[in-house]
């Protein structure tokens, strides 16, 4: 029989219980959730939650401290529950964000449009075109043109849309303008280097470039890489070495190689010499030679193996298989500083 049909029956008896049954069965109403129950007395309308647990309420602090004793043992152990929920939920994310970071990404800067080869990291080793939107390899844009006869002919345009090079700082602005409008992150991402370094007319502004930084970066994760180091060096805004660190993860997962070797050495300083070199060897693969000698530095000074130096140099290797040829190599013999793709 339940204690409301207990209660019934000494309720038509005129049974003396019936302050024993009110009790229990505002006590049975205690599982009800529109019911707030005092877990000492009963009574309703607690509003004085237990500040451990959160799972009891008392009517006021004498009817908490009446239970506390007798309600310790379990709020210790949902308290104990709930951190190890707590912490397993973040073990987990730990896990899903690691495996994403440390994934060799895709290179960012794809192939060139003209001799498919994959692009160089090194920023000499590509050129961008306002005119047509195209990242071009320095080998095609040295390459000789020739007409049908043979002839080499002037080579004053663009290799990929021939449009004729501009003549003024003032019309590749306004190509870059022009590119801007049309959405593409190139060229919101340039815009937003010429506002940083004040170049080509535009006033300092570090507010306006490190916006613009924003807006390309979901199409040229490069910009994650500057946001980074405008926290990083404080360019307009106080330094914050947390969210650099964030923006340089943010560019290395997009497969920007300097980024990747930024977090790299944060790991590094931080101790965290295994994670560290995963990173160096990720931007090794991207053709980061700054890694590779990071990892050198690693082997000799006995916090690398050797096995783990030997597979940097041929992951290097690799990337210089994919990006090397005739046109690139005579390129940068021709002016190395500004040609140098290696």
């Known amino acids: 029989m339940s204690t409301s049909d207990s209660c019934k029956d000494s309720a038509l008896t005129k049974s003396n219980n019936d302050g024993v049954c009110e009790l229990e069965e505002k006590l049975e109403k205690m599982s009800t959730a529109d019911v707030s129950i005092c877990a000492n007395c009963g009574k309703e309308g607690a509003n004085n939650t237990c500040n451990k647990c959160n799972q009891v309420k008392y009517c006021n602090a004498i009817c908490k401290k009446v239970h506390k004793k007798k309600h310790k043992k379990d709020c210790e152990e949902h308290v104990r529950r709930a951190i190890d929920k707590h912490n397993e939920e973040l073990r987990i994310a730990a896990e899903i964000r690691d495996e994403h970071l440390f994934k060799q990404p895709p290179s960012q800067y794809g192939d060139c449009p003209i001799c498919f ?93 490190l916006e613009l930084f924003h ?96 597979k940097a140099l041929r992951s290097y290797q690799t990337y210089l298989s994919e990006i090397k040829s005739e046109q690139r190599d005579e390129a940068a013999a021709n002016d190395y500083e500004e040609y140098r793709y290696c």
């Open 117 to 209: 080869l994959c692009l160089p990291s090194i920023v000499s080793g590509r050129t961008y075109y306002a005119c047509c939107g195209k990242m071009i390899c320095r080998g095609c844009v040295y390459a000789p043109v020739y007409d049908n006869q043979g002839n080499e002919v002037d080579n004053k345009k663009c290799p990929f849309c021939r449009t004729p090079h501009h003549t003024s700082n003032e019309e590749m602005v306004k190509r870059m303008k022009k590119r801007m409008q049309a959405h593409d992150p190139i060229a919101i991402y340039n815009i937003g280097v010429y506002y940083r370094d004040g170049d080509y007319g535009y006033q300092q502004d570090y507010t306006k470039a």
């Open 215 to 310: 807006r390309a970066a979901d199409g040229y994760t490069i910009a994650y890489a500057s946001i980074g180091y405008v926290y990083d060096n404080g360019d307009g805004v106080e330094v914050d070495k947390e969210k650099a660190n964030h923006y340089y993860e943010l560019a290395a997962m997009g497969g920007v190689a300097g980024a990747r070797h930024n977090v790299g050495l944060n790991e590094y300083y931080a101790g965290n010499i295994a994670r560290a070199l995963k990173h160096f060897m990720i931007a090794v693969r991207g053709g980061y030679s700054d890694s590779l000698n990071s990892i050198k530095r690693l082997y000799s000074n006995g916090l690398a193996s050797k096995e783990d130096y030997t």
